[in-house]
């Protein structure tokens, strides 16, 4: 199965690319000069150098160790297909990242409705038990007539000593 390590017009996936002390994708480029010997016509990857703090990287790698032939120069990357590339890559992110936060305050939401739903059960549970708590606070007096000093048909009874 053929690569693009292997084929010498081809431009690598962005995500297989390596970055660079800047922390950017580097920019695939091909050695033009005839130094170092035996370099030209090898590609490798270079920084892109797109930091504003204007410091200069030095990072580059090599991909091929000897030239794989003729190089077709159209094909190699260009600026503006990099910063294309680099665009839609800081977008592809930004959504990814966004739609993680969206499920995330999803969730958010669920378990706070959840806790809602919980509260509300639990002092729906505790006035049914205050309200029951009450009737039978004043259920208890009118079933213990006799206690003062009444017979059953409310008459009232006489003590003797």
Avoid at 11 to 31: A, M, S, Y
Avoid at 69 to 84: L, P
Avoid at 94 to 101: D, G, K, P, V, Y
Avoid at 111 to 134: C, P
Wanted: a positive charge; charged letters at 35%.
């Amino acid at each position: 199965m053929s690569t693009w390590r292997d084929d010498p017009n081809a431009i690598p996936p962005w995500n297989e690319r390596p970055k660079c002390h800047c922390g950017f994708r580097t920019w695939l480029q091909v050695w033009t000069d005839p130094l170092p010997q035996g370099k030209k016509g090898c590609r490798f990857f270079k920084c892109p150098d797109i930091d504003d703090d204007f410091k200069a990287c030095t990072f580059m790698q090599w991909i091929d160790t000897r030239p794989l032939g003729r190089v077709s120069f159209n094909e190699v990357e260009t600026k503006g297909q990099y910063y294309a590339r680099h665009t839609q890559a800081l977008e592809e992110a930004r959504l990814a990242r966004e739609e993680q936060e969206r499920r995330v305050r999803q969730q958010q939401r669920e378990v706070a409705l959840k806790i809602q739903e919980e509260q509300f059960q639990a002092r729906e549970a505790q006035l049914k038990r205050e309200a029951d708590e009450q009737k039978n606070r004043y259920k208890e007096p009118a079933q213990s007539s006799t206690t003062d000093g009444r017979n059953k048909k409310g008459k009232f009874l006489r003590f003797t000593q």
